[in-house]
């Protein structure tokens, strides 16, 4: 039989390792495997594995209608093909490539040796434009161009299911993960990301441009693909075609703000392949700092990280981003990168823990950009400009009014708009903490340590080197920063999905 091994590209559209294995005329055993392993990983939550399940269910769903069946197995990867290949007989074996974490990094090693061993063909096909083997950036925007607009694969209109039991799906529980309400989760799966593509190119994207950098308005008229693309219910190139026929369609009709918007959502979706082209260049981004020069930045104790990951640091703005991202698993990029900026300079904590700490809430978690961003808000790349976010000023820009504040920290809901910034300054004090550290004075230490390094002769070397091999070209790949950059420096997208 050929075993189609499906792990983030949980749908049946535009799918090659399918495909090619209904090509083959032997029985198809369209297989996922559970790897309580990966589930005991420092960025793994409860909200994501029930995330996983929607999209599960829907894709057993799409190959119910052409014949076959999901079948679920748990266990070791490698173990799991082994005991299918001694039971059965394994001909061929198909997947997408993944760029994940260093876990799943050294799972894809291990199934490689393993089917080297065993004599099983294993063939991997790219699913985004991530390129593996590519020892820099030039031409890559052309390259991710060519394939987006490349036709799409087509469905296989039937699939000749292999005969063959299946695990049924063990709850979050049965994995060891705690308990991890999430009450405005995403519905997972590949019909709720359509509707959610629909619904933006129709309506709900045209003021996506204006809206996107507050977290209220964002939750609205942001795509809200990006669980979606992560777990790959729809694939990048439809995605991407999808919107090109939507600007079209919208520039025909005179709607040049819509045909903006279209194009900033475009832009995101380059931008997401480009920084997971970062973690498959550097599979160990989540472990050290990318510029080596950064790794002895200092980091505070363990009360920090927990006041910070549960709205406690007495910032307003900021305990209610992280309090909204708590309760839905989901926060607009400009806010992620305020958060995260917060934690590494302000607050001094360790980015390996607060970045695994934000992966947790992410019901849409994407290592390649997740670990590249908390790396880049952290000022540990070498090569970005660091971003010191004002977290009082952010609240009043982003959230003028107070009522994203007020609707996440009620214990501030009676304060008038004066003072739900800058509770402290209130008449009378609100049960809330007062702020862990003076921000300014923080932001100031922060600034002078990054200064320090990036003085140091020895910066410069390493700095060219991760431009070489990670810069973007900018070919195709708009700077939506407005900010002049000085040599050495790269852009740095917007991820707005």
């Not at 079948?71 to 074996?93: N, P, W, Y």
């Not at 008229?221 to 369609?249: D, K, T, V, Y």
């Not at 000022?379 to 003028?400: A, L």
Request: glycine share 8%.
């Amino acid at each position: 039989m050929e075993i189609v091994w499906f792990k983030r590209d949980l749908r049946v559209h535009d799918h090659a390792p399918l495909l090619a294995a209904c090509a083959s005329g032997r029985p198809v055993l369209p297989l996922y495997i559970v790897e309580p392993a990966q589930w005991q990983q420092p960025d793994a939550s409860g909200r994501q594995y029930e995330f996983l399940a929607d999209a599960l269910a829907d894709l057993d769903r799409s190959l119910q209608a052409r014949g076959a069946r999901l079948v679920v197995r748990v266990g070791d990867a490698a173990r799991v093909l082994h005991d299918l290949h001694v039971a059965h007989g394994i001909s061929a074996l198909h997947a997408h490539q993944e760029s994940g974490n260093l876990w799943s990094f050294a799972r894809d090693k291990a199934v490689r040796r393993w089917a080297r061993g065993a004599g099983v063909p294993f063939t991997e096909a790219m699913q985004h434009g991530v390129w593996r083997a590519h020892g820099n950036r030039d031409g890559w925007a052309a390259r991710w161009q060519a394939m987006m607009r490349a036709p799409r694969l087509p469905v296989p209109p039937a699939i000749p299911m292999a005969n063959m039991a299946g695990n049924p799906l063990p709850d979050a529980a049965a994995l060891g993960l705690p308990p991890d309400p999430c009450p405005g989760r995403q519905t997972g799966g590949r019909r709720a990301g359509l509707a959610l593509l629909k619904s933006f190119l129709a309506s709900r994207g045209r003021p996506y441009r204006a809206a996107m950098s507050a977290p209220g308005s964002g939750a609205e008229h942001c795509s809200r693909l990006s669980p979606h693309l992560a777990l790959g219910a729809i694939s990048m190139r439809e995605a991407f075609q999808a919107a090109l026929a939507a600007r079209q369609r919208w520039r025909d009709a005179g709607d040049a703000a819509f045909v903006r918007s279209i194009d900033s959502l475009i832009s995101r979706l380059h931008w997401h392949c480009h920084f997971i082209q970062k973690l498959e260049d550097a599979p160990w981004l989540e472990a050290r700092c990318l510029h080596p020069g950064y790794a002895g930045l200092p980091a505070h104790e363990a009360a920090r990280l927990a006041a910070w990951v549960e709205g406690r640091t007495g910032w307003p703005f900021v305990d209610a981003c992280m309090r909204s991202l708590a309760a839905t698993g989901w926060l607009n990029f400009r806010m992620r990168a305020m958060v995260m900026a917060v934690a590494s300079y302000h607050l001094r904590l360790d980015w390996r823990l607060s970045g695994a700490a934000l992966a947790r809430l992410f019901t849409d978690y994407e290592p390649g950009i997740h670990w590249a961003q908390v790396q880049m808000q952290s000022g540990t790349t070498g090569t970005n400009i660091p971003r010191i976010y004002n977290p009082i000023k952010q609240g009043h820009d982003q959230d003028p009014t107070g009522d994203f504040i007020r609707r996440w920290l009620p214990e501030l809901a009676g304060l008038p708009t004066p003072f739900v910034h800058e509770p402290w300054r209130a008449p009378t004090a609100p049960a809330y903490p007062a702020p862990l550290v003076d921000h300014e004075q923080a932001a100031r230490a922060a600034r002078a340590a990054i200064t320090a390094i990036r003085r140091d002769p020895a910066h410069a070397a390493p700095a060219r080197a991760i431009v070489q091999r990670h810069g973007s070209r900018k070919a195709g790949l708009p700077d939506t920063t407005r900010r002049r950059k000085t040599p050495g420096q790269t852009t740095q997208g917007r991820l707005d999905l």
